[in-house]
Nanobody, 121 residues
Framework: QVQLVESGGGLVQPGGSLRLSCAASGSIFRINDMGWYRQTPGKQRDLVATTTSAGDLRYVDSVKGRFTISRDNAKNTVYLQMNSLKPEDTAVYYC???????????????WGQGTQVTVSS
């Protein structure tokens, strides 16, 4: 069984910063891509940023220059540093990871429980 546990959300004023963390635990053989998505009420879950196991990064245009994704492979953890936050960044942020649970297994996607980020004065 695999779990993704997120932390670091909260309330912040516009222009402020937050750092999200997501740690994967359980039966893990290999982790491929890890990333962050966000969702607001009534809308689909959208990509924010992803990182491959080799360190290739991808960002949605609206967060480029403000958000930084990173990962610690030794800790099976992915981070999202969010700076210059705007009210439109308000959403529930979800961690995602492609994980193979044992040798020969096909990787599948796992999701965290979500953490609320609210940007408001």
């Amino acid at each position: 069984q695999v779990q993704l546990v997120e932390s670091g959300g909260g309330l912040v004023q516009p222009g402020g910063s937050l750092r999200l963390s997501c740690a994967a635990s359980g039966s893990i053989f290999r982790i491929n891509d890890m990333g962050w998505y966000r969702q607001t009420p009534g809308k689909q879950r959208d990509l924010v940023a992803t990182t491959t196991s080799a360190g290739d990064l991808r960002y949605v245009d609206s967060v480029k220059g403000r958000f930084t994704i990173s990962r610690d492979n030794a800790k099976n953890t992915v981070y999202l540093q969010m700076n210059s936050l705007k009210p439109e960044d308000t959403a529930v942020y979800y961690c995602n990871a492609e994980i193979a649970t044992h040798y020969g297994a096909s990787p599948r996607a796992y999701w965290g429980q979500g953490t609320q980020v609210t940007v408001s004065s």
